[in-house]
């Protein structure tokens, strides 16, 4: 019994230190009650285990993501936490030559120029051609007309300065060799490591441009979509909550439920709340620069769909088209749609398309329709866009413009600006600025 003991004291110590390693805080009074929770849960039962020292350790919903990967990631099988860390330390060592290979060809006549390893990390990370610039300006540099060595730390200020420039740029490629060559291989830095890169991708796609999210990347989008959703619909039920604790005395039922005692008020009863819902009336820009910004809200349209009575779907390029009142959760499913209708491939048109809702006897929108608008706001004739905004803001209860360009990038929109006068036109650039727009509706 003692060595069980033992070891599960060696393994928690090496797991609160990987914690710590990978961002966590917590002090040690926490560690000492996370200890004595293990007496009250069955320590062989996995679940049990995470629950409690979840519940002693974790502070926040950021140390709540780490935990949860740390765990899940160090109590395993001996033998398959043994060959993971193995494997990656062999990655790493080998990603530390190659890097250490790369800066070789940076020389400044002849001697190789003078870098720390985060500008090394940052030039093996560029693309070829970006590599071959920076040794064309060196070779050019040094074989000049009475360039005399001392020269070359001139030379390595304007390398860096470049590289300083080029890790802006190149951001998100830039992850793969972040830290490679200070990377602890030990078992508790591997671990550690590897959950604050899947932390720091998250955070990178979080507040990256919508627009620069590639295909690969789609899934973990929508995997991250889904945490927002759960995170967003969490955070409207307790404000719901906490409204409810607002209500009126009912005083004709308050008298009713008290007749037993002679009316002494013992019991109170409230009104319930009544929270009238919106109707959501969605037009969706499905141009081809557009698809996959509208894949994305749909997907956080989905999540909240049930705080509306009904939600109206048309997609529209050059013209609007009703699309399945069915949100799709699936957005393969969503893409063959729209590549299927006979609006893809088309221009945009705002004011035509408009121009079919305002005037079909089949569409209805009224004083209730919060009417949400996804585009770019880039559009053929920006005039008869405008005149059917400002039509249809008279209409409806409110309009709502997600726009995928970031705010700064407005200016150079024809018309932009006279249709923010019939609207709330949000900047939706980024995942992030997404969920926001979302909880405004």
Known sequence: MRGLVNYLTKNLVEFFKILRMAGMSFSVSDCITAFKS????EIFNKVQVKAALQACLVKDETGKEIFSKVFDLYFVPPAVRNEYVTNRAETIETLKMEIEESVKSLNFQDTQVELTDEYKEIFAGLPE?????LESFLNTTSAGKNVRTEFKQLAEGTIKGKLTSLKQKYAQQLIQTRGVLVQDTSEAGIIAAEVSDEILKANDLL???IGEINSEDVPAAVRLISELIENLNRELSRKYRKTGKKRRLDF?????SNLSTGTVLFKLKYKNRFHSKSKLFLFCDVSASMLQFS?????FLAGIGKKFTTTESYLFSDNAIRMNNKLYYDLSDFETQVKSSPIWGKGTNIGVSLDGILHNNSVIISSSTVFLIVSDAKTL?????????KELS???KRVLWLNPVPEKNWTGIKGLEDFTKYCTML???TLERLMVACRRL
């Open 207 to 209: 507040h990256r441009n």
């Open 252 to 256: 004709k039922k308050t008298i009713q």
């Open 129 to 133: 051609s970006e590599k071959i610039n």
């Open 295 to 299: 894949s994305f809200v749909l997907q």
């Open 427 to 429: 900047d939706c650039s």
């Open 381 to 389: 004739d920006y005039n008869l866009a405008a005149n059917n905004l």
């Open 38 to 41: 293990l007496e009250f849960v």
């Open 394 to 396: 008279k209409r409806v």
